[in-house]
């Protein structure tokens, strides 16, 4: 499992608690600093729907222009979030090749480790 997200953010820190506290192996991946990738993006995209990966609350999302806004949203300029990767909703647990979750909601994470 890799948990991607930033250190500093409740929500991360919440999920890191919860894996750590029921003894989940995992690997954090900082997308501050380690960054994101397009491919995995793109994979992530195909599980979920941009409307649920992108954070239309976050600080960066309100100093985006309307037409980044709609690039993004619609898919043609994913490289938005490669270059601002707080726009995503944190933090995201990558189980498998194909299964996220977004955001840290407990009763989503049980369920993950009572299959």
Not at 55 to 64: A, D, E
Not at 92 to 105: D, E, S
Request: aromatic share 8%; proline share 4%; charged share 25%.
């Amino acid at each position: 499992m890799i948990l991607y997200g930033i250190p500093n953010c409740d929500s991360v820190r919440k999920a890191r608690k919860f894996l750590e506290k029921n003894q989940i192996d995992y690997q954090f991946h900082d997308f501050k600093k380690e960054g994101l990738s397009l491919p995995l993006i793109q994979i992530w995209l195909t599980l979920q729907p941009i409307e649920k990966l992108v954070n239309k609350r976050s600080t960066t999302w309100k100093q985006l222009s309307d037409t980044q806004k709609e690039q993004l949203m619609s898919q043609e300029n994913l490289a938005l979030l490669t270059k601002y990767p707080t726009l995503i909703k944190r933090p995201v647990l990558q189980t498998n090749a194909n299964t996220i979750l977004i955001g840290f909601k407990e009763a989503e994470y049980i369920s993950l480790i009572s299959r």
